[in-house]
């Protein structure tokens, strides 16, 4: 059987920086490879290198051959970990982005048609059809990136944490319509932190670290049982509220979003916001900074109503940090951004460093301070914004989607920030990752429609 | 006529504007930039967004008619002069100040109908169909698209930094102090924006071979065709006709 994808890779370098070594990798058609490691390890370049896209528009020294089944393009369908970077900015409804690749391979316009629609099938997609992919939400975004890959029909589908911000029905979905795609034929490179995916999915699993291959073989025998990390508890959850929302209602024009929206949050506690896709969990945060107007309804932090308070001037009372932190990063080193909440929040110069050095040491990145934050992983930066949050101090923290493409480094980060919030605050943490959902959290609430479906009470550790 | 204004091949509305920033800059002044600014802002009107194209081309004409003025008639004044307090006033600089701010907003006037109301993406497929390069598609559209690219990210990196408590109203101090924070991730998400699509376009097979096919017919009538060939030629006869004069 002729392989997809033949990779044989002594060096790929970004000037003078390594970022992988020593790789050999043969796909045969129908095979799932999955390819994890921690952080900076090297799987997104591999991907893209595997994907035929690394010194094209990514420039890259690349000493080895890859060769592909396909000579020509489509080489590779490929799934970026930011659903973002999938799209051209072509298609002014999903549709037409899904469009652009069969259009860019001048398929006859009928032979589009059923190309967009299988793909949008297979990604879970085709409500989204008619809707701009600008306002779609993070897993919708990230449904609509696979429908973009599919469509292209190539014989190797590379996917870099394709079910990140997928809920887990999604999720679920996603691996069953990806198995159908390899009985197909199809070769699938698989990049994820999820090692219960990698599992359930792939044929054979590749860790990275530090670029090189350090195992090779089949899920069971190199992925390690499942880590099943002890719930981080505290006792510091009290019966007072320190977050109300009440009957809250917010809109983007006609669309309701949440809809008579009932929630509290006890001091020293800390819930999950959970729900599908497009369920109205991000607009919740929105809604509670004042950057979506509430309808009806109101918001109260300490017994005190945020309702009529500026944007500005809710920071006092809530952090957020948002899916894509490098919406905000500016500052010429990491000790700078993590204090200039505080700073813009009135507080003296060296308290405020003083704040942001404790901050940066509850998420374990001391050692960065002097870093351009510019210059961290993706992953590495939403860390630097989580601490950045928490330096102003604010009674309520949310974080939207912390852990999407962290490894268990990064969540054990994650989880001791929450662990120090809780006992200054509350915090809300809105994610699809139910395991670190119950390791980290003591309610959960699901949302459904823009309202609190149902409220989940945990005792520790278990749901 | 509304709905068809509404509904009109994108190529049609880039013919159209060529030829009112012709008329403008080779017709000579009032004459010339006035028909092309009242035209424009008809279509404007049509179309639904006189209000902004209004706005955006007085934005721009006024501090220039402003500037000028000040520039010719009290700084470095030439010609007859009057005397207003001891200061001495070119009246001549009046005029031609007013002609130039004229064009240019007449010219922006043009040019702003035609990016708020043409959907780069239509523009885009109308190009695939008359058989454009893809290159030269990707750019027309980039450029149209790049304006309210723009916006949507400051609007994201404003939110952003509103909700770490930066205040970005005030004095003149408190705007100062905002640009920075404001400025950085917006430049940074810009240039990452625009590696993106170049990432995302090659994810995308932008350099298969053949001519581009298009999901979507984007209609073009004979009549249109017809308007656009005479527009060009029009185009065309009036450069020739200034070059000559």
Not at chain 2, 94 to 119: D, K, N, Q, Y
């Amino acid at each position: 059987m002729i392989p997809v994808l033949r990779a044989d890779l002594s060096i790929v370098a970004y000037g003078d920086r390594t970022a992988l070594r020593d790789i050999r990798l043969e796909i045969s058609p129908g095979e799932i490879v999955g390819i994890t490691g921690p952080v900076g390890a090297g799987k997104t370049t591999l991907a893209l290198a595997c994907a035929g896209l690394l010194g094209h528009a990514i420039p890259a020294r690349i000493e080895g051959k890859i060769q592909h089944a396909s000579l020509a393009p489509p080489l590779a369908g490929y799934v970026f970990d930011d659903p973002l970077a999938q799209f051209t900015g072509l298609g002014g409804t999903v549709e037409e982005e899904v469009a652009v690749g069969p259009e860019n391979l001048a398929v006859p316009r009928e032979a589009i048609r059923a190309r967009v629609d299988r793909a949008l099938a297979a990604a879970d997609a085709t409500h989204l059809a008619a809707r701009p992919p600008d306002e779609l939400s993070g897993g919708e975004r990230q449904r609509v990136a696979l429908a973009c890959a599919l469509a292209l029909e190539a014989p190797l589908l590379v996917l870099d944490e394709p079910t990140a911000q997928l809920d887990p029905d999604a999720t679920q979905r996603f691996g069953e319509r990806l198995r159908v795609l390899a009985e197909h034929g199809t070769g699938v490179v698989l990049v994820s932190q999820d090692l219960d995916l990698l599992r359930a999915l792939a044929t054979r699993v590749l860790v990275l670290a530090d670029g090189t291959a350090r195992v090779s073989g089949h899920p069971a025998a190199v992925l390690e049982a499942s880590e099943h990390a002890d719930a981080v508890t505290t006792d510091t959850a009290r019966s007072t509220p320190l977050f109300e929302a009440r009957q809250l209602v917010a809109a983007y024009a006609d669309r309701v979003v949440l809809d008579s929206l009932t929630l509290d949050v006890a001091d020293g506690s800390a819930m999950a916001i959970l729900g599908e896709n497009g369920a109205g969990k991000t607009t919740l945060a929105r809604v509670i900074m004042g950057l979506v107007p509430v309808r009806e309804g109101s918001i109260i932090v300490g017994g005190r109503p945020l309702d009529g308070l500026p944007v500005h001037r809710r920071a006092r009372h809530v952090g957020l940090v948002f899916q894509d932190p490098a919406r905000q990063l500016f500052a010429r080193t990491v000790l700078e951004e993590v204090a200039f909440g505080s700073r813009v929040l009135g507080a003296p110069a060296r308290q405020a460093y003083d704040k942001a050095r404790e901050a940066l040491e509850a998420v374990d990145l001391t050692e960065l301070e002097g870093v351009n934050p510019g210059d961290l992983a993706p992953q590495t930066q939403r860390l630097v914004a989580i601490a950045a949050a928490m330096a102003s101090e604010p009674p309520v923290l949310i974080l939207d989607e912390p852990t999407a493409g962290q490894d268990d480094e990064g969540k054990r980060r994650i989880a001791a920030a929450i662990v120090r919030q809780r006992k200054r605050g509350c915090a809300m943490v809105i994610t699809h990752d139910l395991p670190f959902a119950r390791r980290v959290c003591d309610h959960a609430v699901l949302l459904s429609n823009g309202r609190a479906a149902s409220r989940v009470i945990r005792s520790a550790g278990h749901s | 006529m509304i709905d068809r204004l509404r509904r009109i091949n994108p190529l049609t509305a880039l013919a159209a504007v060529v030829l009112l920033i012709t008329l403008t800059y080779v017709v000579p002044a009032p004459w010339g930039p006035l028909v092309a600014l009242t035209v424009a802002l008809l279509a404007a009107a049509m179309t639904g967004v006189a209000r902004r194209v209004v706005i955006i081309a007085a934005a721009v004409a006024v501090p220039t008619w402003f500037f000028l003025v000040v520039m010719n008639a009290l700084v470095a004044p030439q010609g007859a002069t009057v005397n207003a307090g001891g200061i001495p006033i070119a009246t001549g600089a009046f005029l031609p100040a007013a002609w130039i701010s004229l064009r240019l907003g007449a010219a922006i006037a043009a040019l702003g109908w035609v990016v708020m109301t043409t959907s780069p993406q239509r523009l885009v497929r109308a190009l695939a169909q008359r058989g454009f390069p893809a290159w030269s598609q990707y750019l027309l559209a980039a450029s149209l698209a790049a304006v309210p690219e723009a916006r949507r990210r400051a609007r994201e990196v404003l939110d952003a930094q509103r909700c770490r408590g930066l205040a970005v109203g005030g004095g003149p101090v408190a705007r100062l102090r905002a640009t920075l924070p404001l400025a950085g991730p917006l430049m940074v998400s810009l240039v990452a924006d625009a590696e993106r699509r170049a990432l995302a376009l090659d994810a995308r097979a932008f350099d298969a071979r053949g001519a581009r096919t298009s999901l979507i017919d984007v209609a073009d009538p004979n009549e249109e065709r017809l308007l656009r060939a005479l527009m060009w030629g029009l185009s065309i006869t009036l450069l020739v006709w200034g070059l000559v004069q």
